[in-house]
Nanobody, 129 residues
């Protein structure tokens, strides 16, 4: 099992940037498919980006391609989500998630929520216009 703790959320104006961090502990996170999800009020939780196989595999939702970058830093067991050119529609609670099935990161589409067994508590991102 891997434990996840998110940080880095906050309030920014449209066009601004934030970097989210997901600190992992317990099991070795490089054995997992790691992902960021987000959930806006009244909406379903949706996958934003995923990373696996030591960073070789990355996937992004169409809505964030070219603006968000997922990465990992093995030395301190952390996964990051760099978010640039933020838009009001990026507002929501952002969750870090882990799946022990590395193949979840290997497809052509982001893995579904049900495939991720481990979740953090979330960090709020608010983008004002």
């Amino acid at each position: 099992q891997v434990q996840l703790v998110e940080s880095g959320g906050g309030s920014v104006q449209a066009g601004g940037s934030l970097r989210l961090s997901c600190a992992t502990s317990g099991d070795t996170f490089t054995y997992y498919c790691m992902a960021w999800f987000r959930q806006a009020p009244g909406k379903e939780r949706e996958a934003v980006a995923s990373i696996g196989d030591g960073g070789k595999l990355t996937l992004y939702a169409d809505s964030v391609k070219g603006r968000f970058t997922i990465s990992q830093y093995n030395a301190n067991n952390t996964v990051f989500l760099q978010m640039n050119t933020l838009k009001p529609e990026d507002t929501g609670m952002y969750y870090c998630a882990a799946s022990p099935s590395i193949w979840v990161c290997g497809g052509s589409q982001l893995g579904q929520r049900r495939l991720f067994q481990n979740w953090g508590q979330g960090t709020q991102v608010t983008v004002s216009s």
